[in-house]
């Protein structure tokens, strides 16, 4: 029985089963959290006994395994290494889980704090008889589908008292319900000295407002109400005069008289208005969600149902997290019941004065470059007064205590701190991270591991096939429209170059060139870097010069039929004027307001579209305009916001700089390029002088430029995709017919792909010395740094397979393709103050490279499935030499992703742990990196799973396995909240293309599959 048991707990497919089951289970949290909230999620999954459980079986189950695999064999210590790390990582988890804790600290400037508040919320309960008192706390996850976390039954002399949660209210207000019991109970409108404000009265109770009191069978009052009959009476101690809401009619009560208190009348007593807004026969007071921007303020209401020798009684209780629980009191059968939710304050051995709060922006904006803390630790038993500095990235150490830098008062005068106390956790964790990388990385280069097998496999199956190389030619892309571009004021490319070489500030403080707003400008109006042979600077230059002409020129593209049949056009290019009618009212107006109120999910074609040519129609006014040119410094503050040469401001008040810009403008009208120039380089001595401490200096300026003109990343995705995509051709014709070898194309091929490589390469360097920071730092980078490391994976598996170079050169090219549609952004923006850390360059360089290596894995997989599905009796042996080298080759791709994930998703939690102070905290982001870390162990293990030893089963999960990818790089950042959201983009709508892949790739799965039974029943046959 015992052996039994012992070959369960230890088997593959008892592994495999607990990998996609955690995957599963843990992906779907987060969808849980989108819909729910945190809470929701930890409380049914993350917190669960049994998601535990599923982590403690499959920790069992990989020491059976080792055990079983003999792992502590010399030539598998790599793998023991890194297996053995990961158990160290989860007994961290469960260590930090279970014995650590997180908190956070608020502190005015002046103040001083010698306790936190706990991250988790906690009930707390005290029940109080006459001869005893007892106590029971527990930590609480409610969510409107976690309401009855709660439970607890305490035995007191007198019997038992049982306390359980069963209602969860979020962002509640009390609010007067109908009920089948209870008082009768008022809805009274009352005029204040604040306006009109809403009252409840409740049969017995008395109110007084501003001067005016009101009595529902209570104490005498100035408005005394009453019930008869089932409906309300009131009696006045002066006169009150009624008007119809309906009619207008108007009636006098006089004092004394008992009258009808009627619904639809506005009652007018010493000058006040009352109004009577319902009327409840029965009624009691309930918490309800609350509605509003304001909601996120207000407390969550929690209703406790109270049980005692066959007595129930309710109680809501107010609370939230990061906010102190305060006590709520009933009483039953004589026992004192006292219920507190919300966070718990825990006290330290020493305390923390803030002295200053220190907020830095970015110079013209109000993005925070940085912000610290400036504090004095005082710990008087050991006599220590020590000032310390506390900001992002620069944690604060003291007796196992962690402080960061989390956030701050609106007014700027206090701080937030997060506090960390996790010493073992974090310690056992670290240790297991740096084994786990270091397994990893032998794993990779010493001998006999399965990574060096697969390598030698690939050499043999490369020396019984015949060498295959390289191609190619070049792609230009052209358009043209029949309409010509003939301004009344011509301009030479030279003028414009030098009005593109002044300074201009954008919105979010950068210092950049003006050609970099130019070409943001016209990629924004027309989606390419020209328009008909103008250059960015010339055409936004004309544009100034002549507004009235390019309001007739066709710039804004109007996709959409029924769109272009509102706007009454011939084709699908409009002017400007087009969007107008002759008494200059907005064609689409309608259209735009309707789409803007949609929740941007329920948003049709049309409406896309007409939001996106209201933006451009925005962005072709203000560039006419001349209000995005944000050129000349504050004279009086280099770091305050700069001006425009149309903006009421202080340019246009000293009248310096719009002088100089104006007739700069009219030196090119009358055609004098001399003065012209001059009157430009007035601006430019303007903005040395008056913000030189800010400005880049000259060569940055030169090389941003340059960058801007090259178009280096646009033009490489055609360069990149024909190349890949003919190699591809002449290789499957190899394939097919072995006699056609094309060996000097094939050279000529590489050739092209290093050097497009290269010039990639330098691109990246380009952009990181302008930017400052590492090239990934939003989802256009990444997207670039993606495309980039496949086609590296490309060249580095090419020594085994050409066709890794081919297919790695093509999805190269298409993610190039991507980063340049209209929902990337390429602008270089300033960092948030997050990413201002080495981190950024260790650890997102890592796990967005293992993208390239994970995408090449499955686009290889694709290409396998493809070969099995043409494989025929005559060619079966020649294609399985290829479809053998390609499933290694795709293995090792796989496998190097796997590693590169998962050792830049623990440093992500190293940074996460320096940044926010938790290495992990199942935000969407993290959790989707775990998912697809879970789904390639899977794939990777498949081969020891009875029955998943397969060929084709192995090709298709590596291509399905993709999609883990895609959510984790693209779902999370795009639909998901979460801590990540400096990654975001617009939201983007789901292209059709995905469903059109998404079926391409089932009909060629199911084709493989059916090829490759009706082959193998052939053989055995």
């Not at 792609?475 to 571009?485: K, P, R, T």
Request: net charge positive; charged share 20%; with cysteine.
């Amino acid at each position: 029985m015992m052996k039994k048991l012992y070959e369960i707990f230890t088997s593959t497919w008892l592994m495999g089963t607990l990998l996609l089951f955690i995957a599963i289970v843990t992906g779907t949290a987060t969808f849980i959290e989108s819909d729910f909230g945190t809470e929701a999620a930890k409380a049914m999954v993350y917190n669960t006994w049994w998601f535990e459980l599923a982590f403690l079986i499959l920790s069992l189950n990989l020491i059976g395994n080792l055990i079983n695999f003999r792992m502590w064999k010399v030539k598998k210590l790599p793998v023991l290494t890194f297996h053995l790390a990961l158990l160290l990582i989860v007994i961290g988890a469960a260590v930090t889980r279970h014995f650590g804790y997180e908190g956070v600290m608020h502190i005015r400037e002046g103040d001083t704090s010698g306790s936190i508040l706990s991250r988790d919320s906690y009930v707390q309960v005290a029940i109080k008889s006459s001869s005893e008192t007892l106590h029971n706390e527990k930590v609480v996850h409610f969510s409107v589908v976690s309401p009855d976390e709660y439970s607890h039954t305490f035995s007191v002399s007198s019997g038992k008292v049982t306390v359980k949660s069963t209602e969860f209210i979020p962002q509640a207000v009390m609010h007067v319900v109908p009920s089948s019991e209870g008082p009768p109970a008022l809805s009274v409108a009352i005029q204040g000295n604040d306006g009109m404000m809403e009252k409840i009265i409740m049969q017995g109770d008395r109110i007084d407002m501003d001067g005016i009191s009101l009595a529902f069978d209570s104490d005498h009052a100035d408005i005394f109400i009453v019930e008869r009959n089932g409906e309300p009476f009131f009696t006045a101690n002066d006169t009150v005069k009624s008007i119809s809401m309906h009619n207008g009619k108007q009636a006098l009560f006089v004092p004394g008289n008992e009258c009808p208190f009627l619904p639809g009348l506005v009652y007018i007593f010493k000058g006040r208005k009352i109004v009577l807004r319902r009327y409840f026969r029965h009624a009691s007071v309930r918490p309800v969600p609350s509605e509003g921007e304001s909601r996120t303020l207000l407390p969550d209401a929690v209703r406790f149902e109270i049980k005692s020798d066959g007595i129930k009684k309710e109680l809501f209780v107010f609370g939230r997290n990061e906010l102190k629980g305060r006590i709520f009191r009933t009483s039953v059968n004589g026992i004192d019941i006292g219920i507190s939710y919300g966070s718990k304050e825990i006290t330290l051995p020493f305390s923390l004065r803030l002295n200053d709060f220190i907020l830095e922006r970015y110079p013209g904006s109000n993005s925070p470059s940085s912000y610290a803390s400036e504090v004095t630790l005082i710990d008087e038993r050991k006599g220590i007064k020590e000032d310390k500095r506390i900001f992002m990235n620069n944690i604060m150490k003291y007796e196992g205590y962690r402080f960061f830098q989390a956030s701050y008062d609106p007014d700027e005068k206090g701080t937030i701190l997060s506090v960390n106390r996790d010493v073992w956790g974090t310690a056992i964790t670290y240790l297991g991270y740096l084994l786990l990388t270091l397994g990893m990385i032998a794993a990779l280069i010493f001998p006999g591991t399965r990574f060096r097998y697969l390598l030698g496999k690939t050499k043999k199956l490369s020396n019984r096939k015949k060498e295959l190389l390289g191609i190619i030619l070049f792609l230009s892309v052209s358009s043209a429209f029949a309409f010509e571009i003939n301004p009344p004021h011509k301009l030479s490319e030279k003028d414009a170059a030098e009005f593109g070489s002044l300074w201009v500030q954008d919105h979010g403080g950068r210092i950049k060139p003006l050609n970099t707003l130019n070409s943001e400008i016209l990629r924004k109006l027309v989606k390419h870097n020209r328009y008909k042979g103008y250059s960015a600077d010339r055409m936004v230059l004309s544009m100034l010069l002549d507004p009235e002409y390019w309001k007739t020129v066709p710039v804004i593209t109007v996709k959409n039929r029924e769109l272009r049949k509102t706007l009454q056009l011939n084709n699908r290019k409009a002017s400007f004027n087009q969007f107008f009618d002759t008494r200059g009212r907005y064609k689409i107006s309608e259209i735009v307001d309707d789409a803007i109120r949609k929740n941007p999910a329920r948003r049709n074609k049309l409406e896309q579209e007409a939001i996106k040519i209201d933006e451009q129609l925005n962005v072709f006014y203000m560039t006419q305009s001349g209000s995005m040119l944000r050129i000349f410094p504050d004279p009086n503050n280099s770091h305050a916001s700069w001006s425009t040469p149309v903006i009421n401001s202080h340019a246009i008040k000293n009248n310096a700089g719009s002088t100089m810009f104006f007739k700069y403008i009219e030196a090119l009208k009358s055609g004098d390029p001399t003065n012209a120039n001059e009157y430009l380089n007035e601006i430019s001595r303007y903005q040395i002088k008056y913000a030189s401490d800010i400005l880049p200096d000259e060569t940055r300026k030169k090389v941003e430029i340059f960058y801007n003109r090259t178009s280096v990343f646009l033009w490489l995705f055609p360069w990149f995709f024909v190349i890949g995509l003919i190699l591809l051709i002449f290789q499957f014709i190899t394939l097919f017919k072995p006699r056609y070898q094309f060996l000097s194309l094939m050279k000529t091929g590489f050739v092209l792909i290093l050097t497009g490589f290269i010039i990639y390469s330098a691109g990246l360097g380009v952009r990181a010395y302008i930017s400052g920071h590492s090239p990934w730092s939003n989802g256009y980078e990444s997207m670039l740094y993606i495309g980039w490391v496949t086609i590296l994976a490309g060249l580095i598996f090419s020594r085994r397979s050409p066709i890794s170079l081919s297919v790695g050169a093509l999805f190269g090219g298409i993610v190039l393709m991507v980063a340049h549609l209209s929902w990337m952004n390429p602008e270089i923006t300033n960092l948030v103050p997050v990413l201002k850390s080495y981190w950024l360059t260790i650890h997102v360089a890592v796990i967005t490279a293992s993208y390239g290596f994970l995408s090449l894995g499955a686009l290889l997989g694709f290409l396998n499935l493809i070969l099995i599905s043409f494989r025929t009796a005559k060619n079966r042996i020649r294609l399985m030499l290829t479809i053998e080298e390609l499933t290694a080759i795709t293995e090792l791709s796989l496998t190097v992703g796997l590693y590169m994930l998962t050792i830049g998703s623990f440093l992500g939690g190293v940074w996460a742990n320096e940044s926010w102070g938790r290495y992990w905290g199942w935000d969407p982001k993290e959790t989707w990196s775990a998912v697809t870390i879970l789904v390639y162990a899977f794939i990777l293990h498949m081969r020891l799973i009875p029955g998943m030893k397969d060929i084709v089963l192995f090709n298709f999960s590596a291509v399905i396995g993709f999609g883990s990818v895609i959510m984790t790089y693209l779902g999370v950042n795009y639909y998901l909240a979460g801590l990540h959201s400096y990654a975001k983009g617009e939201p983007m709508p789901l292209p059709s293309f995905i469903y059109y892949t998404i079926a391409i790739v089932l009909i060629v799965s199911v084709s493989a599959f059916i090829n490759d039974h009706r082959g193998n029943r052939e053989q055995t046959g």
